[in-house]
């Protein structure tokens, strides 16, 4: 079974950077993904990245500001978030896309204005 460990949220001021990294065990997926939920929001998928060629994808709302990138050797795949913005506030989670039936806690990502 799949394992997902997020980490590096936390606090920022508005124009402020985070970068958020995710441990992935238990089992291998073509394509990894960073998800967000907004309270109130549904949760949707910001970022994407085919593990073997390493394409990537965004969401229209984070294109330009956040990169998201992959190590295989370590399994970890992270995602630098830059110029945010209160709209950001949100958990974010990582997990496979399209998206596996078991969730990590996910980690605090706060943007104050």
């Known amino acids: 079974q799949v394992q997902l460990v997020e980490s590096g949220g936390g606090l920022v001021q508005a124009g402020g950077s985070l970068r958020l990294s995710c441990a992935a065990s238990g089992r291998t997926f073509s394509s990894a993904g960073w998800y967000r939920q907004a309270p109130g929001k549904e949760r949707e998928v910001v970022a994407a990245?085919?593990?073997?060629?390493?394409?990537?994808h965004y969401a229209d709302s984070v294109k330009g500001r956040f990169t998201i990138s992959r190590d295989n050797a370590k399994n970890t795949v992270s995602l630098q978030m830059n110029n945010l913005q209160p709209e950001d506030t949100a958990i974010y989670y990582c997990?496979?896309?399209?998206?596996?039936?078991?969730w990590g806690q996910g980690t605090q990502v706060t943007v104050s204005k």
């Open positions: 997990n496979a896309v399209p998206p596996l039936a078991n």
């Open positions: 990245i085919n593990w073997s060629v390493g394409s990537t």
